[in-house]
């Protein structure tokens, strides 16, 4: 009897330390999201990369490897960044960039605080903040009421409230690779921007805009910071890999060959199907009705 006791006691023990086990994982996963840019995997975007450079404080200033270089706002552009926010930012996002204006609550807009320097700089130059209106559901893309310099500016003013990642990205192109570049923006990104770049619409009135004609720097900062229905790509997607998304953006899909011919606007192989079929199917019966008048 003792022995059978202790036998059940020792399996019962096994099975609790057994089912503890996926609970304590998500508990981990759990404090991990709310790091948002944090991540394991080397050279992925923060500073957890091949090269890192610190300034006299300690402080990173730049990091990166061969295929991105994240580089932090000059902290001398803060003064002009505080007074270019208060101009053009504050009524929305609040005097302390916490998303509570001064006629507001708190929650009525998006807080900045701890967001880093890529997101700040992406929303303004392309041209969706300031806001033309702030009760849009989705900010659009616009042509930037904000120069790149009064942005870095905004950026490095934000970012200094409370210092984060990623920073500013420079992709180096140069190395590159199309090929896969197609292959990872297939699996990553035609979901939602279809497989020409066009775009397409989501749920709730949302929708994926165009990659026809963003700049390099601007679809790197739009995959490591995930700006609004846009998942953001971290640990999952290597420097690397997101520079051969950027290079086949600019390259295949900004300036598609059209090797088989007429492109008609990129439309995809479906509506160019339908078009081919529609062309093909009225000339014959044009032909047809021709045909069957002269016999007559």
């Known amino acids: 009897m003792i022995g059978s006791f202790f036998k059940r006691a020792a399996l019962l023990t096994i099975l609790g330390v057994a089912s503890a086990g996926p609970l304590v994982l998500f508990a981990q996963g759990a404090d991990a999201a709310k790091q948002p840019y944090q991540t394991g995997r080397i050279d992925s975007g923060t500073p957890n990369s091949t090269t890192v450079v610190k300034d006299s404080k300690g402080a990173v200033v730049s990091y990166g490897n061969s295929s991105i270089t994240y580089n932090a706002p000059p902290t001398s552009l803060i003064g002009l960044g505080r007074a270019l926010y208060m101009q053009n930012c504050a009524s929305c996002h609040g005097t302390e960039a916490n998303g509570v204006p001064a006629t507001g609550s708190s929650g009525s807009y998006p807080a900045l605080v701890g967001l880093g320097p890529a997101t700040v700089d992406f929303w303004i130059t392309s041209g969706r903040m300031p806001a033309a209106d702030p009760r849009a559901v989705q900010a659009m893309r616009h042509v930037q009421k904000l120069t790149d310099s009064q942005a870095l500016a905004i950026s490095s003013w ?139």
Not at 160 to 165: D, F, K, M, Q, R
Not at 182 to 201: K, M, P, Q, R, V
């Open 158 to 296: 934000v970012n200094s409230l409370a210092p984060s990642y990623p920073y500013i990205p420079t992709p180096n192109l140069a190395t590159a690779n199309v090929s896969n570049g197609a292959a990872l923006f297939a699996l990553n990104c035609a979901a939602c921007h279809t497989i020409e770049g066009d775009g397409d619409a989501l749920a709730s009135n949302t929708y994926a805009p165009s990659l026809r004609n963003i700049p390099a720097v601007q679809v790197v900062e739009a995959i490591r910071t995930g700006p609004a229905n846009m998942p953001r790509f971290t640990g999952n997607l290597s420097d690397s890999q997101v520079n051969d998304i950027v290079k086949y953006v600019t390259t295949e899909i900004q300036h598609p060959n059209n090797p088989g011919g007429l492109g008609l606007g990129g439309l995809g192989p479906v509506a160019e199907g339908f078009i081919g079929l529609a062309l093909g199917v009225g000339g014959l019966a044009l032909f047809g009705f021709w045909v069957g008048e002269r016999d007559e």
